[in-house]
């Protein structure tokens, strides 16, 4: 198990950040949907407090990644898949990541606005308010309809990603899901040579 990505497979650091992810955004979304339909009264705040905090998570959790990005190199693209897969497979992780940054930015932006009550990580320290702990009702209302939206389309692209992951695994039938999961390794394309 190496750290770093090597020209077949993603490294164990890469892999991590991804799953981790994945669950991260699974859960937040959860949460999210259900948060809203919570009547209004004062013993659901820990929830949203949660959903917070949960979110200022995802944010530093997506800046980490894409710093390890810059340093850890990619595995080369497979035999099978054309360059305009390749084109479109980064222009869709592109994608990704700004509505990794943007969703919880925006949530970030909707609680500053608000100015209900200061906005702490999992209670462990205050987070500075983005408009100066000023309430901006016309922004806020801007923040909450762009983080619904937000949450939408990384719902759509996310689908999207998983849908080309499958089709890579499944119908051309290369690597490029087998390399990401925990534990799996893609079969060797030479067989003269050993794993």
């Known amino acids: 198990m190496t750290l770093k990505s090597d020209a077949t497979r993603w490294g164990s650091l890469a892999r991590f950040f991804h799953w981790t992810t994945v669950i991260l955004i699974l859960t937040q979304g959860t949460i999210g949907l259900i948060m809203v339909e919570l009547p209004k009264r004062p013993n659901v705040i820990p929830v949203f407090n949660f959903h917070k905090s949960l979110g200022l998570t995802i944010l530093a959790f997506a800046t980490l990644r894409l710093l390890w990005r810059a340093f850890d190199r990619r595995p080369e693209r497979p035999p099978t898949m054309s360059h305009a897969q390749e084109l479109g497979a980064r222009f869709g992780h592109a994608l990704l990541y700004t509505l990794l940054f943007a969703l919880p930015l925006s949530g970030w932006l909707f609680d500053s606005a608000s100015a209900l009550r200061p906005l702490y990580w999992f209670d462990l320290f205050r987070v500075p308010s983005l408009t100066g702990g000023e ?29 080309a992951a499958l089709y890579h695994h499944f119908v051309a039938r290369d690597p490029v899901l087998v390399r990401m999961l925990p534990g799996g390794r893609p079969a060797n394309p030479d067989p003269t040579r050993e794993n």
């Not at 209302?141 to 983080?147: L, R, Y």
């Not at 990384?154 to 998983?162: E, W």
């Open 135 to 163: 309430g901006h009702h016309d922004l806020a209302e801007f923040a909450e309809d762009t983080h619904f939206w937000l949450f939408w389309c990384l719902i759509a692209v996310a689908a999207g990603h998983v849908a």
